[in-house]
């Protein structure tokens, strides 16, 4: 298992990693730190994700790709609740 810390819009974020169907597959988690002092309970699980080894270059390329895709996703999701809060305002 291999953990990789990034940070994002000035927080914290970690991935841990490992090796899949016999090194064809990386799956892992996000993990955003939202208590840095404390030993237990100091992240936030965020997503999980997978990848084909052979569809990247290396391997920090999917991970970086996973992560990016991640926010992504939390802005659809945003921009999905704000065309719904819109209707129900009537505009």
Same mark, same amino acid.
């Not at 996000?30 to 270059?57: G, L």
């Given at each position: 298992?291999?953990?990789? &810390? +990034?940070?994002? #819009?000035?927080? !914290?974020?970690?991935?841990?990693?490992? @090796?899949? *169907? %016999?090194?064809?597959?990386?799956?892992? %988690?996000?993990? /955003?730190?939202?208590?840095?002092? =404390? &030993?237990? *309970?100091?992240?936030?699980?965020? &997503?999980?994700?997978? *990848? =084909?080894?052979? #569809?990247? /270059?290396?391997?920090? !390329?999917?991970? !970086?790709?996973?992560?990016? %895709?991640? *926010? !992504? /996703?939390? @802005?659809?999701?945003? /921009?999905?609740? &704000? +065309?719904?809060?819109?209707?129900?305002?009537?505009?």
């Amino acid at each position: 298992m291999a953990m990789i &810390k +990034k940070i994002h #819009d000035g927080k !914290e974020y970690e991935i841990y990693t490992h @090796q899949d *169907f %016999n090194g064809a597959m990386v799956c892992g %988690n996000i993990y /955003e730190v939202v208590r840095p002092t =404390w &030993k237990i *309970f100091r992240t936030s699980y965020c &997503k999980h994700f997978c *990848f =084909w080894t052979s #569809d990247f /270059e290396t391997v920090r !390329e999917g991970v !970086e790709f996973c992560f990016a %895709n991640y *926010f !992504e /996703e939390l @802005q659809r999701t945003a /921009e999905n609740y &704000k +065309k719904y809060d819109d209707f129900v305002k009537g505009s």
